[in-house]
């Protein structure tokens, strides 16, 4: 069973950084594209970045493009998220994903596993 497990949120001032970590077990790792995702309070959940496992693919939503950057390390089965020059709009529950094989999936929300997620809250 694959299990995703998420570090690193908590809460920050605007403009901080704060740097998330999914760390994944279960099973070998090869052809898979992971993720990020978050749900804010009242909304619907949102891709925020996908990787291929070879780290050469990678994708973002437009409103943190140039803010945050994704990152594997397969050695390690972990993928980070750094986040950059955070606004309070950032707030949200963050969750790994993956899916066996495409980061297109990713990309329109589908998953085949997905962490219990971590909470990033910005203050204004």
């Known amino acids: 069973q694959v299990q995703l497990v998420e570090s690193g949120g908590g809460l920050v001032q605007a403009g901080a950084s704060l740097r998330l970590s999914c760390s994944a077990s279960g099973r070998t790792f090869s052809s898979d594209a992971m993720g990020w995702f978050r749900q804010a309070p009242g909304k619907e959940r949102e891709f925020v970045a996908a990787?291929?496992?070879?780290?050469?693919?990678?994708y973002y939503t437009d409103s943190v493009k140039g803010r945050f950057t994704i990152s594997i390390d397969n050695a390690k089965n972990t993928v980070d998220l750094q986040m950059n020059s955070l606004k309070p709009e950032d707030t949200a529950v963050y969750y790994c994903?993956?899916?066996?094989?495409?980061?297109?999936?990713?990309?329109?929300?589908?998953?085949?596993?997905r962490g219990q997620g971590t909470q990033v809250t910005v203050a204004s």
């Open positions: 994903a993956v899916h066996p094989t495409s980061t297109s999936a990713l990309r329109i929300g589908i998953y085949s596993y």
């Open positions: 990787i291929s496992w070879s780290g050469s693919s990678t």
